[in-house]
């Protein structure tokens, strides 16, 4: 697109300024917005009889809809794999190991006293397994 601005004849417009276009208020209005060019820049000045150029830097909206296409593919391919991820397969094996799982932590807590037992057990077998160097004073 071009764009053909009028500045007020102080305005320095130097060789490094730049442009880019900018959305202003809450309207939304659309401006053209020149920015940088250092003192040490010599002032820009149009060739061969034509008008100055700056090439403006494209505005967020412009690299938004640019890359939209992208956005676009890479949201079909999250809920493609989002899809899949739920299936009814899926579904039913989450559904089955978590009725597994319930049903092991219920067994174990049933089973809570004899693991106690079991535990003291195997304590007092490993202090008479011990070598006799190694056993606590009685």
């Known amino acids: 697109m071009l764009a053909r601005i009028r500045l007020a004849g102080q305005t320095p417009i130097k060789e490094d300024t730049q442009a880019k276009l900018a959305l202003t208020g809450i ?4 401006i053209i917005q020149l920015s940088g060019g250092t ?8 060739k061969d009889g034509n008008l100055p150029q700056i ?10 809809l640019t890359n939209s296409n992208d ?16 299936s009814a397969q899926n579904v039913e ?14 067994a ?8 106690k037992v ?3 057990q195997l304590m007092q077998v490993s202090k ?11």
Do not use: Y
Not at 27 to 30: F, N
Not at 56 to 64: D, V, Y
Not at 108 to 115: K, M, V
Not at 128 to 138: E, F, G, K, S
């Open 27 to 30: 309207t939304g209005t659309s």
């Open 39 to 46: 003192p040490q820049s010599a002032e820009l000045k149009g």
């Open 55 to 64: 090439i403006a830097s494209p505005s967020p909206i412009a690299r938004l």
């Open 71 to 86: 956005l676009m593919t890479s949201v079909n391919l999250l809920l493609h794999n989002a899809n899949a991820m739920f």
């Open 93 to 106: 094996r989450i559904s089955n190991t978590l009725d597994h799982l319930e049903q092991t932590t219920g």
């Open 108 to 115: 174990i807590a049933d089973q809570r006293g004899d693991i």
């Open 118 to 120: 079991v535990m003291q």
């Open 128 to 138: 008479q397994a011990a070598p006799p160097w190694n056993r606590p004073p009685c």
